[in-house]
């Protein structure tokens, strides 16, 4: 879709390392990543630490 409407190079909001490397699979740069804030809070901070050491996902420390 970015290639459809002549956007070939991104700045990416994400906290997974990931995902620039998908978003260059379909031939889009990616100039810049900034991670995003997260809010802890006790009803998700399992779901977030998980995502930290499963996948990478970069989250600032609580």
């Known amino acids: 879709m970015l290639l459809a409407i ?12 990931d995902k620039a ?8 740069k990616v100039a ?3 991670n995003t804030a997260v809010n802890w ?3 998700d901070r399992h779901y977030l630490l ?6 990478g996902h970069r989250l600032a420390a609580d």
Not at 50 to 55: L, M, N, V, W
Request: charged share 25%; glycine share 4%; net charge positive.
């Open 6 to 17: 002549d956007v070939p190079v991104i700045r990416l909001l994400t906290n997974n390392p």
């Open 21 to 28: 490397e998908q978003v260059a699979r379909y031939g889009i």
């Open 32 to 34: 810049r990543i900034k």
């Open 41 to 43: 809070s006790p009803h």
């Open 50 to 55: 998980s995502k930290r050491a499963q996948a």
